[in-house]
Nanobody, 122 residues
């Protein structure tokens, strides 16, 4: 199983980025697909999750209204659209797959991508 995250980069505050996470070896239609981030010296933080049911994505309060999550099951890909980026959004962003009902805790995600760096300059 591989989750390949891409789309990170350097962007100015207020800008946008779209991260992609393409899976191989599993069908994302069978999994909740989550996004997490980790800044230097901080714990891994839940950003949001696209439920396998396809219902409305769940987002953390820190990104609600700025970020959206979507998925294309036929492409086996999940996306994190990030708008209105702030310097505090700077982190390595990870995608992950879970078959559990506990959607915000990293320990319930069994598969992880390698991470993609997002840097937001002020």
């Amino acid at each position: 199983v591989q989750l390949q995250a891409s789309g990170g980069g350097l962007v100015q505050a207020g800008g946008s980025l779209r991260l992609s996470c393409t899976a191989s070896g599993l069908r994302i239609s069978n999994y909740h697909m989550g996004w997490f981030r980790q800044a230097p010296g901080k714990e891994r933080e839940f950003v949001g999750v696209s439920r396998r049911s396809g219902s409305t994505a769940v987002l953390s309060d820190s990104v609600k209204g700025r970020f959206t999550i979507s998925r294309e099951n036929l492409k086996n890909t999940v996306y994190l659209q990030m708008n209105g980026l702030k310097p505090e959004d700077t982190a390595v962003y990870y995608c992950a797959a879970s078959s559990s009902v506990m959607l915000s805790a990293p320990r319930y995600y069994g598969y992880w991508g390698q991470g993609t760096q997002v840097t937001v300059s002020s």
